[in-house]
């Protein structure tokens, strides 16, 4: 059975590329271009994965997480955007997005993306592992849930290949791993991601732009 | 003005409902101005040809005959009030003449001659209040006179501000709008126009398309300058990026994790590996990631293109020994190049701090 995707986004030509470029790998149901038109159209169509913009008119990605999550919980939000304050892509992956992607991104890549994101794993671009690593740099110990505030040296290394352009299967040969080992170590950065108590996190995204 | 959409009210009307009218334009008690009137009719009967004045200007605004009333009304309640006749008869030629003036368009400009003449049938009814001798006459007639010009000028002068601001806000729209038209001019509008003409060719169209957003995004952005500032790595990266998607027709994505101050060495040597990667191995993107610690800055430059055995590259490959390995060596650092024919090359530079 195809994935059944939903996508939010605000301009006409950038969705029809998208559906074009998906073309029969996933199951495009809906398309929506506000926070308010989006709500009850997920909530009436229970996609496996919606593709959210970042920034809509009336609000931000996180608005639609927040307004679905606890009446959906089935259903898995891939951010994309085109440019963007680091602070709302952080604010739309602590929402409970499972990835962000750049817009620039490959139609094939953006399709394995959709499928990663709908079996429960993470997705993170290069420069969204970049700036995982950067907020959590060593060096800062806190004393509370030490566990969800640092990284673990293998989940670094597979962070840092991410960054540098690595797909999953590139990192899973290099590291002499499994491929579904990778997804794990992603999985578990970004429930850090979203749990951490790191003030780096907002720190950081306030004070960079990831555009 | 309030007395100008003056009407007669039918709501609670006794007579005609101007008292209602009245009442209500001015918002007060309609009883209140019921009484003056019956006041002002006490007042040799001033207060009677005044509603009907009154009556007559809100069922024909502005008719001479109107007008007239409203005059003759006027000059009764001065008697009434115990001004001598030539001086009420000065004050009704001034207001007549205001009148007169104020009708044909309420301003200095009004061509119409009738304008001309009620300034006349002004100027000659203050020049008969002035002559009238009487002292407090006298003293008012200078203020009279200061009013009857501020009356005159006063809408003149009003409207001329109105203008003035609608003109400057009018020229201050006009003068954004060329400002954003003129950037549009010269960057979006001539990129599309070479976009089209080069329409055959991807890589052209990409690498154009790809400046466009990068000087549009610099512009919109411009709080986080794009160009480089001379005092960080990845910004000194970035432009070198730029300059290589433009020679080259690919993309470059830097990510990053930590900044340092920019290197000369670190930074010709990944510009280098840069433009290898856009020449050699037939790949539309290139991903550049930098890494700064307290030890040491890495720069790793990756694509998944063509690669080439390391070990049997051509002597030609002069590029990677000297611009790459022997630049970073100089300077302390190490430079790594791994490449895999069928699956791609990574360059990896390193250098302490």
Redesign the interface.
């Known amino acids: 059975m195809k994935t059944r995707v939903l996508l939010v986004d605000d301009h006409g030509l950038f969705l029809a590329g998208v559906r074009a470029e998906l073309g029969d790998s996933v199951e495009v149901v809906g398309e929506a271009g506000t926070v308010a038109d989006a709500v009850p159209l997920i909530k009436e169509l229970d996609p496996d994965v919606v593709l959210l913009d970042v920034h809509l008119p009336d609000g931000s990605g996180d608005a639609i997480i927040n307004a679905v999550a606890a009446e959906r919980p089935g259903v898995k939000f891939l951010a994309l955007s085109v440019?963007d304050a680091a602070e709302d892509v952080i604010a739309v992956i602590r929402a409970g997005a499972r990835g962000y992607v750049?817009k620039?991104i490959?139609a094939d890549e953006l399709a394995a993306a959709i499928e990663r994101v709908a079996h429960g794993d993470a997705v993170f671009?290069?420069?969204l592992?970049?700036?995982v690593?950067?907020a959590f740099?060593a060096g800062e110990t806190v004393a509370s849930d030490a566990e969800l505030n640092e990284l673990t040296p293998r989940e670094r290394e597979v962070l840092?290949l991410i960054?540098?352009?690595?797909m999953y299967k590139?990192i899973a040969a290099r590291l002499h791993l499994s491929v579904k080992t990778i997804e794990s170590h992603v999985s578990s950065v970004l429930r850090k991601l979203q749990l951490s108590t790191r003030h780096e996190l907002t720190r950081w995204a306030t004070e960079h732009?990831l555009? | 003005m309030r007395l100008r959409s003056f009407r007669t009210s039918a709501d609670g009307r006794a007579l005609a409902g101007v008292c209602a009218g009245i009442a209500e334009a001015l918002s007060v008690d309609v009883s209140l101005v019921r009484l003056i009137f019956a006041l002002l009719a006490l007042a040799g009967g001033a207060g009677i040809v005044l509603y009907l004045a009154l009556w007559a200007w809100s069922r024909a605004q502005g008719t001479w005959w109107a007008v007239l009333l409203l005059l003759v009304a006027g000059a009764l309640l001065l008697s009434a009030v115990g001004l001598s006749h030539r001086a009420v008869g000065g004050i009704v030629l001034v207001a007549a003449g205001l009148t007169l003036a104020w009708r044909q368009g309420g301003s200095f400009r009004a061509e119409a001659p009738l304008s001309y003449a009620g300034m006349a049938l002004a100027g000659i009814g203050a020049i008969v209040l002035l002559a009238q001798g009487s002292a407090p006459s006298r003293l008012l007639a200078p203020g009279a006179v200061a009013g009857a010009l501020l009356l005159i000028a006063g809408p003149w002068l009003w409207r001329l501000a109105l203008e003035r601001d609608a003109e400057r806000a009018t020229r201050i729209r006009t003068e954004e709008r060329a400002d954003v038209a003129g950037r549009v001019h010269d960057s979006v509008l001539q990129t599309l126009a070479l976009i089209q003409r080069h329409a055959s060719e991807p890589r052209r169209v990409a690498s154009l398309a790809r400046r466009q957003e990068r000087e549009l995004r610099g512009w919109l952005y411009a709080d986080r300058p794009l160009g480089d500032d001379g005092s960080s790595l990845v910004a000194a990266l970035s432009t070198a990026a730029a300059d290589v998607e433009e020679l080259h027709g690919v993309r470059v994505e830097i990510a990053s994790a930590g900044d340092a101050p920019p290197d000369n060495a670190l930074l010709l040597a990944a510009r280098e590996a840069m433009t290898n990667a856009a020449k050699f191995a037939g790949v539309e993107e290139i991903d550049v990631y930098v890494e700064a610690s307290e030890h040491e800055t890495a720069v790793f430059v990756r694509d998944r293109g063509v690669g080439f055995d390391v070990a049997t590259a051509p002597e030609g490959r002069q590029g990677i020994r000297e611009s790459i390995k022997g630049r970073l060596e100089r300077a302390g650092g190490t430079a790594v190049v791994t490449s895999v024919p069928g699956e791609g090359t990574e360059v990896e530079l390193r250098l302490p701090r």
Do not use: H, I, M, N
């Not at chain 1, 960054?163 to 690595?166: E, F, I, K, Q, V």
């Open positions: 440019s750049t620039t490959a671009s290069p420069r592992a970049g700036f690593l950067d740099r840092q960054a540098r352009g690595y590139e732009r555009v």
